[in-house]
């Protein structure tokens, strides 16, 4: 009996001499202390072991146990199936009776998070290395730097190795041990970056730096924030664009419409409401029946929205407007009574509160460009605008459609003496523009919300912009829009954005009283009347 406990304290001793860093680590985890945890994990991600990760990972998921009495450490898989965490094998038999979870506050949650961040460094996907480095240089924890320093030295993309490089700059400003050239060097890389992180970065070094170090930190943090100045620029001017977009969209319709008819229709913004609404509805039958082929809703909510939007607005035109050419007062009366009607329509038939229109996966999420954010839906409204643009310009250009437009524009009284029958133009005309205006309520329902109110909201700014790039030019509406929308966004950092639109609308109103036409002003009956 004394031999076998001898053998086994011997036993026990050479494994002990054996231990590496990495079992020494599993250790911390069997004392059920948050800080001893702590330290357990940044041990287990500097150890390099092959398990590490594992670990990690099963300790995010609430997968890793211990037992205090056998002071081992276990991982569970969701088959149920127990691995002992030194070796990676099942173990054999049950685990000791007061097995228990490792337990995790919300400390050490981040803690964790930057230690899977670290150790995914190594990770066969480049932009998976990619944002592991970003999360190294936002947490930047100490146990990371071996990792870090092995990844780097294995790396072969260079814009993952960049981006690995100035994690480890991070860590190297953020030690407390490292030299004042190491410093300087590092800054120099932080400033390469030149973000709103690495001024954060810069500002938070403590006081009483060694003076090339304060002096390269100053340097730094004023290239920084002259970068950071470029973008902001070139961000308002994405945001302006944006806006125009959406500007544009709404506006052609009744660029096309005030500029043929000459109707002042306050409906205009209600028919982009019908086409928000008949988005809504596609998407609804999608949901319901066809979940499948949710990214096409809208595909097939365009042509669908154009002609319900089309064809309420000829029934409009053919009721209510025919009777009221030539009086622009009751006409605009007449259409805001519609719009009022339109909007109780909407709430009776679908209640008052906003209605969810879903995202496609195709304009879901963002994507970083330089020092700006671009999500993919503002970017595909501004190319759809784009789209429109270009085919309603080569309609009013190559159809005969677009001729006889043209033609009742210029001289409406010549072009009924050739032929031209001027009702049914102007009942197209208004049903081409309502039914543009039903597609840019499809557009807009994937950046507004989707209610009764949803024209409300642009058909004053709709008015501003055709009244600014000159009524029934297409070109001047475009720049119009765009040039209000950006300097809308510029306005609106200094101003707010209720000053901001007041200080454009009095632009607007002392630049009509010199150019009463507008900036693109079209030769035609309006003139000769």
Sequence with gaps: MALTVVFGMLAGAVNAAHAGPYEDALAGFTTDDFSDTANAVDAVVASGSPLAGTVIQALHDGNLLFSATAKKVYIKKDSGEVLDAETGKPIAGTPPDDTDNVRLNNRLRNIVDSAIGALTL?????????????????????????????????????RVKTAMQQARAALILSASDTSAADKVAAIAVISERGDQDSLGLLDSMSQGQPPEVAQAVTAAKAKINRTLAIWNT???????????????????GLAITFGVMGVINMAHGEMVMIGAYVTFVVQEVIRQRYPGLFDYSLTIALPLAFVVAALVGIVIERTVIRFLYGRPLETLLATWGISLVLQQAVRSIFGPTNKEVGNPSWMSGA??????????????????????????????????????????????????????????IDALTFGLGSGIAGIAGVALSQIDNVSPNLGQGYIIDSFMVVVFGGVGNLWGTLVGALTLGIANKFLEPFAGAVLGKIAILVFIILFIQKRPRGMFALKGRAIEA
């Design 367 to 424: 994507f970083d460009l330089g020092g700006i954010t671009i999500t993919y839906n503002r970017m595909w409204i501004i190319v759809f605008t784009g789209i429109v643009f270009v085919a309603l310009l080569a309609m009013l250009r190559f159809t005969r459609l677009g001729l006889e437009m043209r033609a009742v524009t210029q001289n409406r009284r010549m072009a009924a003496a050739v032929g031209i029958r001027t009702a049914r």
């Design 234 to 252: 070139v961000q308002n001017l994405w945001y302006g664009l944006s806006l125009g977009s959406v500007l544009l969209l709404a506006a052609i």
């Design 122 to 158: 190594m990770a066969p996907d480049a932009d998976k290395r990619y944002d592991a480095a970003q999360s190294v240089f936002k947490s930047r924890p100490e146990s990371a730097r071996p990792a870090l320093e092995k990844a780097i030295a294995a790396e072969k993309v260079a």
